[in-house]
């Protein structure tokens, strides 16, 4: 599915969007605090609503398109 991105952590929990990237953060940093500030009342509406906004326009943002479609020159 390409509507959102997926983190399945090492006790087979599931996350998604917003939840996930805190998932991937905090083990990244060897650390829960990323999951608890998502559980904040509001602060997870918050990151979700920002997450479907990027999500919505990531193919605006630089580095979304391949470098050989970009710039083919460069891959000849």
Not at 21 to 35: D, E, K, S, V
Not at 55 to 67: E, V
Request: aromatic share 12%; glycine share 8%; hydrophobic share 45%.
């Amino acid at each position: 599915m390409l509507k959102s991105a997926w983190w399945v952590d090492s006790s087979g929990a599931v996350y998604d969007g917003a939840h996930a990237m805190n998932a991937a953060l905090a083990a990244a940093l060897g650390t829960r605090i990323p999951l608890w500030i998502y559980r904040v009342p509001g602060v997870g509406a918050v990151q979700d609503a920002v997450y479907r906004w990027v999500s919505t326009h990531r193919y605006r943002f630089p580095g979304a398109m391949p470098l050989c479609e970009a710039q083919p020159e460069r891959c000849a």
